[in-house]
């Protein structure tokens, strides 16, 4: 299996530093490249119009949306150093080849909402400083392709470097904001308090939550914590996770804090002085000079905006590239890939601004980031769903309580969503011309949705008590009734086992040509999706039980007396059996069949047919 982000796969060492600041030092650094989502330009369009419509009211939103963003990224960290797994890949091995089509385009969709998001964002800050009209600021945009090739081909930690200086120009501007806008604390304390106004708070808060906690951050997390190279016993792993939660604590803070200064901003500008529908990121930059009285608050606001469009970008490209090589196990350049997800962002802001005007880029910011809250449940579940699963996890599953908030946090979103897309389409239905038009293509695109929202939670639940009453056959119910005879001419047998009653005739059988002296190898090949893809680098849950099981009856066998040895092979029995086969110094293959006939043995019985052609030992059939 092809590695997450090859080109810096486990490029910084931190097996050198043994302990103390330095070691931490080592690891610190992924956290920050995916902290720079939660405060990129769509954060500042939901958070001005938050802080203008609504004062402090909303800012218990961001707190919320800021500890469910920690435990989701320490989730996503978790299941990138245990499993050395990003979550696309993960997902690919989990679930059908259609659903992953699926899950892939949802992931793009969120990754091109989020560079929409950025594209403006970076269009108005340079608007702002230089006077550049938005139109031919949206073309510049992409240039800055090649600011992101460059720092590839540089390594990861200049990467890194290069991201906490932008974080650092977003930071101290906002401290210097905050200190012109001279807010009230006592009211930033009320803020805490849970309330919601009206629906119109509830839009905005959504979009708070979208622009927060984001789906493509969970993927780039995923992969990021594999740039480290680290100590694979329990003990450096442990270490690690514990070492990426201060990096995510930290990294997270910061956003919490330029996210919470920019509402707080607002707040304590336009809703103080009455002015609350100040959406739109350039008029907050237009009125920042008059109500703060200070020429260098719109400079400091517009450069900030252009270091927090820049760097989101940097990171929305990888998590672009990170997606598509994780769930289509597709490798393009860097450059192409950074070209395309940069169009599609493009485009539909282009012909937006050149229909509407420049007046609807706060409501195209806004509309962004509630894409992306709605797409978010697609990423969260399966990620819970994976940190979940202690075979996955090889014991460093999250505790039950963990995984109680978890799910919890996971409700909270898919709920507040649901009542968006409801509130939406019966808005849409009551002040359309034609529903018919809606019912016909709105609605049951949203039901299809909400069907596979609700097939990819029970899923794995489902799969997991059919693993516990599979047909997999338990050694201890083998009925074992044979006759050796005193002298054998074979002296490897090769017996294939599936784990079903077919096996009882075939070990039954091979004992009785072999006798105690013979070598018995016992083949068993898994056939799951995860396998056939990757072979002997899966790690999925049905790998699992059959290693297992495979160990079981070579430790009962065994204790009868046998010499056992056992092979698992990985992907098409037909293909792989007669490479073990012929690779191996066997005298004849035994099989056990499920008494197939007819319509059954054209439908699965054409692994023996392929298989007796390729192997060059014989090959007995067992009934």
Same mark, same amino acid.
């Given at each position: 299996?092809?590695?997450?982000?090859?080109?810096?796969? %486990?490029?910084?060492?931190?097996?050198?530093?043994?302990?103390?600041?330095?070691?931490?030092?080592?690891?610190?650094?992924?956290?920050?490249?995916?902290?720079?989502?939660?405060?990129?330009?769509?954060? /500042?369009?939901?958070?001005?119009?938050?802080?203008?419509?609504f004062?402090?009211?909303?800012?218990?939103?961001?707190?919320?949306?800021?500890?469910?963003?920690?435990?989701?990224?320490?989730?996503?960290?978790?299941?990138?150093?245990?499993?050395?797994?990003?979550?696309?890949?993960?997902?690919?091995?989990?679930?059908?080849?259609?659903?992953?089509?699926?899950?892939? #385009?949802?992931?793009?969709?969120?990754?091109?909402?989020?560079?929409?998001?950025?594209?403006?964002?970076?269009?108005?800050?340079?608007?702002?400083?230089?006077?550049?009209?938005? #139109?031919?600021?949206?073309?510049?945009?992409?240039?800055?392709?090649?600011?992101?090739?460059?720092?590839?081909?540089?390594?990861?930690?200049?990467?890194?470097?290069?991201?906490?200086?932008?974080?650092?120009?977003?930071?101290?501007?906002?401290?210097?904001?905050?200190?012109?806008?001279?807010?009230?604390?006592?009211?930033?304390?009320?803020?805490?308090?849970?309330?919601?106004?009206?629906?119109?708070?509830?839009?905005?808060?959504i979009?708070?939550?979208?622009?927060?906690?984001?789906?493509?951050?969970?993927?780039?997390?995923?992969?990021?914590?594999?740039?480290?190279?680290?100590?694979?016993?329990?003990?450096?792993?442990?270490?690690?996770?514990?070492?990426?939660?201060?990096?995510?604590?930290?990294?997270?803070?910061?956003?919490?804090?330029?996210?919470?200064?920019?509402l707080?901003?607002?707040?304590?500008?336009?809703?103080?002085?009455?002015?609350?529908?100040?959406?739109?990121?350039?008029?907050a930059?237009?009125f920042l000079?008059?109500?703060?009285?200070?020429?260098?608050?719109?400079?400091?606001?517009?450069?900030?905006?252009?270091?927090?469009?820049?760097?989101?970008?940097?990171?929305?490209?990888?998590?672009?590239?990170?997606?598509? %090589?994780?769930?289509?196990?597709?490798?393009?350049?860097?450059?192409?890939?950074?070209?395309?997800?940069?169009?599609?962002?493009?485009?539909?802001?282009?012909?937006?601004? /050149?229909?509407?005007?420049?007046?609807?880029?706060?409501?195209?910011?806004?509309?962004?980031?509630?894409?992306?809250?709605?797409?978010l449940?697609f990423?969260?579940?399966?990620?819970?769903?994976?940190?979940?699963?202690?075979?996955k996890?090889?014991?460093?599953?999250?505790?039950?309580?963990?995984?109680?908030?978890?799910?919890?946090?996971?409700?909270?979103?898919?709920?507040?969503?649901?009542?968006?897309?409801?509130?939406?389409?019966?808005?849409?239905?009551?002040?359309?011309?034609h529903?018919?038009?809606? /019912?016909?293509?709105?609605?049951?695109?949203?039901?299809?949705?909400?069907g596979?929202?609700?097939y990819?939670?029970?899923?794995?639940?489902?799969?997991?008590?059919?693993?516990?009453?599979?047909?997999?056959?338990?050694?201890?119910?083998?009925?074992?009734?044979?006759?050796?005879?005193?002298?054998?001419?074979?002296?490897?047998?090769?017996?294939?086992?599936?784990?079903?009653?077919?096996?009882?005739?075939?070990?039954?059988?091979?004992?009785?040509?072999?006798?105690?002296?013979?070598?018995?190898?016992?083949?068993?090949?898994?056939?799951?999706?995860?396998?056939?893809?990757?072979?002997?680098?899966?790690?999925?849950?049905?790998?699992?039980?059959?290693?297992?099981?495979?160990?079981?009856?070579?430790?009962?066998?065994?204790?009868?007396?046998?010499?056992?040895?056992?092979?698992?092979?990985?992907?098409?029995?037909?293909?792989?059996?007669?490479?073990?086969?012929?690779?191996?110094?066997?005298?004849?293959?035994?099989?056990?069949?499920?008494?197939?006939?007819?319509?059954?043995?054209?439908?699965?019985?054409?692994?023996?047919?392929?298989?007796?052609?390729?192997?060059?030992?014989?090959?007995?059939?067992?009934?």
């Open positions: 299996m092809s590695k997450s982000l090859e080109e810096v796969h %486990e490029s910084v060492s931190t097996e050198h530093k043994k302990t103390g600041f330095r070691k931490i030092l080592a690891f610190l650094g992924p956290a920050y490249l995916v902290s720079v989502g939660y405060m990129d330009p769509g954060n /500042w369009a939901t958070d001005i119009a938050g802080g203008s419509q004062g402090y009211t909303l800012v218990w939103v961001l707190l919320m949306s800021n500890l469910m963003a920690l435990l989701l990224q320490s989730l996503s960290a978790r299941l990138g150093i245990v499993t050395q797994r990003d979550l696309a890949q993960a997902s690919r091995e989990t679930y059908s080849k259609y659903i992953n089509y699926i899950l892939y #385009f949802l992931a793009e969709i969120a990754i091109a909402a989020c560079d929409l998001a950025e594209v403006l964002g970076m269009a108005i800050g340079i608007n702002l400083l230089f006077g550049i009209p938005l #139109f031919e600021g949206v073309l510049i945009t992409v240039l800055d392709t090649f600011i992101l090739l460059f720092l590839i081909n540089k390594g990861i930690r200049k990467m890194e470097a290069f991201i906490i200086a932008l974080v650092a120009i977003i930071g101290f501007s906002f401290i210097f904001e905050m200190i012109f806008a001279e807010p009230e604390v006592s009211k930033i304390i009320a803020g805490l308090v849970p309330s919601i106004p009206n629906s119109a708070a509830l839009y905005i808060a979009g708070i939550i979208g622009a927060t906690v984001m789906p493509h951050n969970l993927y780039l997390h995923s992969s990021l914590v594999q740039t480290r190279k680290f100590d694979r016993s329990p003990a450096g792993i442990k270490q690690a996770l514990k070492y990426n939660l201060i990096d995510s604590t930290i990294a997270l803070n910061l956003a919490f804090f330029v996210n919470a200064a920019i707080i901003l607002a707040a304590a500008t336009f809703h103080k002085n009455g002015m609350f529908e100040v959406a739109e990121i350039q008029d930059h237009q000079e008059p109500l703060l009285g200070t020429k260098w608050a719109p400079i400091l606001f517009a450069v900030a905006l252009i270091a927090a469009g820049q760097s989101s970008t940097v990171t929305g490209t990888l998590a672009g590239q990170i997606v598509m %090589e994780g769930y289509l196990h597709l490798r393009i350049q860097p450059w192409v890939r950074r070209i395309i997800t940069r169009l599609i962002a493009i485009v539909p802001a282009l012909i937006v601004i /050149w229909i509407y005007g420049e007046d609807v880029t706060g409501k195209l910011l806004i509309l962004s980031q509630v894409i992306l809250s709605l797409q449940g990423a969260i579940i399966p990620l819970i769903h994976f940190v979940s699963d202690k075979s996890m090889n014991g460093f599953h999250i505790s039950r309580t963990t995984q109680v908030v978890s799910w919890i946090i996971a409700l909270i979103i898919v709920s507040l969503n649901a009542k968006l897309v409801y509130d939406e389409i019966t808005s849409w239905l009551a002040n359309s011309d529903p018919i038009i809606l /019912w016909v293509t709105v609605i049951p695109l949203a039901i299809a949705f909400a596979l929202l609700l990819i939670v029970f899923k794995p639940f489902i799969a997991k008590a059919k693993s516990k009453k599979v047909i997999n056959h338990s050694p201890h119910n083998l009925k074992l009734h044979f006759t050796p005879k005193e002298s054998q001419s074979i002296k490897n047998i090769a017996i294939s086992v599936d784990f079903s009653h077919a096996d009882e005739a075939a070990l039954n059988k091979a004992f009785e040509l072999g006798g105690i002296d013979t070598e018995y190898t016992l083949i068993h090949i898994v056939e799951t999706v995860g396998a056939l893809m990757y072979g002997v680098h899966v790690h999925d849950h049905e790998t699992t039980i059959d290693e297992k099981l495979l160990l079981k009856y070579k430790e009962m066998l065994s204790e009868k007396g046998f010499k056992i040895k056992t092979e698992l092979g990985f992907g098409k029995p037909n293909n792989v059996i007669p490479k073990i086969i012929n690779e191996g110094n066997f005298d004849i293959l035994v099989m056990g069949t499920h008494g197939h006939t007819g319509l059954k043995d054209i439908l699965f019985g054409t692994t023996v047919d392929k298989l007796r052609h390729k192997i060059s030992i014989p090959l007995l059939i067992v009934k």
